[in-house]
């Protein structure tokens, strides 16, 4: 039961999510059907997202790995008091 309920969820979020007609035609090509409203003002909001992305990405890979694989082995680091008491 739970699936049929997750699956009419996601059937309806996406016609709810999907750009209505008016929208679309404000939209430049590259985001028709995705998002509402009018378009970029200018290929300056495409770099600025662009770069924020990037940074995000960025961030996300790195927090990532070093919370799977920390790498501290130095026997004075911090970890190793709280490893190594009783």
Known sequence: MKK????AVSATAYNIAAACNACQKQ????LKNITHGTGPDSNWDYLIVSIAAVIVLFTLYYSVKWLIRPGEQSPSHIKQL?????
């Open 27 to 30: 939209q430049p090509k590259l």
């Open 82 to 86: 709280v490893i190594t008491q009783p």
């Open 4 to 7: 049929y309920w997750l699956l």
